[in-house]
């Protein structure tokens, strides 16, 4: 399986994180993906190849213009303030406001933003636009010469919706990758999104349309972040009616259980008959996870990337969160490797 991955990804590193009241150094941090190309070495992965640069047509078809534009001026703008900090949102657009995008650079972080902890730097636009181009690439892959790939995306993506960031996020790199399969003749597309936080990002892209499955096991957002979308009666709308599955799980959930939830969501990707799967992976399913709650070994990410090979679909695996850090590589293995000797 080949490996997608940007040295780019170092050029997002914010200093801080708005967490518990504190300005915090992120969880998602640079040494993630260090971690994960280390022990995929290790193993005798091949060595990660370099993105091609993202093509913005295919962006364009998941993300809105205004969105795009904003990413691409924020810092330029916030900065032309004087602003010493980095850019992080403070007055969100909340119920019985305005829904119009405002001239200054305060209000566009707010008009544009899904959660509050997330920082722009001078450089976040350039790793994200790497981040994107991994899973484009990787895509790509898959349509041609592989059956399986991985885009080893940093930042992460599936936070990240049609017009709105935040949870980490700025483009959404498994819908870039699911559009880009579309767009290279697959018919129907699956994601499964198997990060502990809910994909509110990738099912607001999808909620319209049955021409990509969004399928989710993740924490019951009455009790995790993303908090506001992730419930198992978000079904999808109009076209999309039946094409978003969502499996909320309550805190200590352990794999007996997570597991039943994946062979139920394996099977209706079965029944759809997907021309490829897009897994979301995020392994902070894991029991030492610093900001999650799910109880996952390091061996249950062998059993359930096995699970997933098994179901035979043109796989592709685009990283998410994860922030045990020192972990992150060895369970990130696991999936693939699990995955590869099904
Ligand atoms: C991104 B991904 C920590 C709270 C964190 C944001 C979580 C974003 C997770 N104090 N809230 O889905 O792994
Ligand atoms: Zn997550």
Same mark, same amino acid.
């Given at each position: 399986?080949?490996?997608?991955?940007?040295?780019?990804?170092?050029?997002?590193?914010?200093?801080?994180?708005?967490?518990?009241?504190?300005?915090?150094?992120?969880?998602?941090?640079?040494?993630?993906?260090?971690?994960?190309?280390?022990?995929?070495?290790?193993?005798?992965?091949? @060595?990660?190849? $370099?993105?091609?640069? %993202?093509?913005? *047509?295919?962006?364009? /078809? &998941?993300?809105?213009? +205004?969105?795009?534009?904003?990413?691409?001026?924020?810092?330029?703008?916030?900065?032309?303030?004087?602003?010493?900090?980095?850019?992080?949102?403070?007055?969100?657009?909340?119920?019985?406001?305005?829904?119009?995008?405002?001239?200054?650079?305060?209000?566009?972080?707010?008009?544009?933003?899904?959660?509050?902890?997330?920082?722009?730097?001078?450089?976040?636009?350039?790793?994200?636009?790497?981040?994107?181009?991994?899973?484009?690439?990787?895509?790509?892959?898959?349509?041609?010469?592989?059956?399986?790939?991985?885009?080893?995306?940093?930042?992460?993506?599936?936070?990240?919706?049609?017009?709105?960031?935040?949870?980490?996020?700025?483009?959404?790199? @498994?819908?870039? $990758?699911?559009?880009? %399969?579309?767009? *290279?003749?697959?018919? /129907? &597309?699956?994601?499964? +999104?198997?990060?502990?936080?809910?994909?509110?990002?990738?099912?607001?892209?999808?909620?319209?349309?049955?021409?990509?499955?969004?399928?989710?096991?993740?924490?019951?957002?009455?009790?995790?972040?993303?908090?506001?979308?992730?419930?198992?009666?978000?079904?999808?709308?109009?076209?999309?009616?039946?094409?978003?599955?969502?499996?909320?799980?309550?805190?200590?959930?352990?794999?007996?259980?997570?597991?039943?939830?994946?062979?139920?969501?394996?099977?209706?990707?079965?029944?759809?008959?997907?021309?490829?799967?897009?897994?979301?992976?995020?392994?902070?399913?894991?029991?030492?996870?610093?900001?999650?709650?799910?109880?996952?070994?390091?061996?249950?990410?062998?059993?359930?990337?096995?699970?997933?090979?098994?179901?035979?679909?043109?796989?592709?695996?685009?990283?998410?969160?994860?922030?045990?850090?020192?972990?992150?590589?060895?369970?990130?293995?696991?999936?693939?490797?699990?995955?590869?000797?099904?």
């Amino acid at each position: 399986m080949k490996t997608i991955a940007s040295t780019d990804h170092v050029l997002h590193f914010p200093k801080a994180e708005l967490s518990g009241g504190e300005l915090v150094r992120p969880y998602e941090c640079p040494e993630r993906w260090d971690y994960i190309v280390e022990a995929l070495a290790n193993s005798g992965f091949s @060595a990660p190849q $370099a993105p091609t640069p %993202l093509d913005m *047509a295919t962006v364009e /078809k &998941v993300h809105g213009d +205004d969105y795009l534009r904003f990413l691409a001026q924020a810092w330029s703008l916030w900065e032309a303030e004087g602003y010493q900090g980095e850019a992080l949102p403070m007055a969100v657009p909340n119920r019985r406001m305005q829904q119009r995008e405002p001239e200054n650079i305060n209000g566009k972080l707010g008009y544009f933003a899904g959660a509050t902890e997330t920082a722009i730097t001078a450089t976040t636009w350039q790793a994200v636009q790497s981040s994107a181009a991994c899973a484009q690439t990787a895509a790509r892959l898959l349509g041609t010469s592989e059956t399986s790939a991985f885009a080893l995306c940093r930042p992460p993506g599936h936070h990240a919706g049609f017009d709105l960031y935040g949870g980490y996020c700025f483009l959404n790199n @498994a819908a870039i $990758a699911a559009q880009q %399969l579309r767009d *290279a003749g697959a018919s /129907k &597309v699956a994601i499964l +999104d198997v990060d502990f936080h809910h994909g509110n990002g990738t099912q607001d892209i999808f909620y319209e349309r049955n021409d990509v499955l969004f399928v989710s096991l993740h924490g019951n957002p009455g009790h995790a972040f993303p908090y506001f979308l992730g419930y198992a009666d978000e079904t999808g709308k109009n076209e999309g009616e039946g094409y978003n599955i969502n499996y909320p799980m309550l805190p200590g959930t352990r794999y007996s259980v997570w597991s039943d939830a994946l062979t139920d969501a394996l099977d209706r990707i079965d029944q759809y008959f997907p021309d490829a799967l897009v897994v979301s992976l995020g392994v902070d399913t894991f029991e030492r996870d610093p900001i999650s709650f799910f109880k996952l070994t390091s061996d249950d990410f062998t059993r359930y990337g096995n699970a997933i090979g098994k179901r035979k679909h043109p796989t592709l695996f685009v990283m998410e969160g994860g922030y045990a850090v020192e972990e992150i590589g060895i369970n990130t293995r696991n999936v693939l490797q699990g995955f590869l000797n099904a």
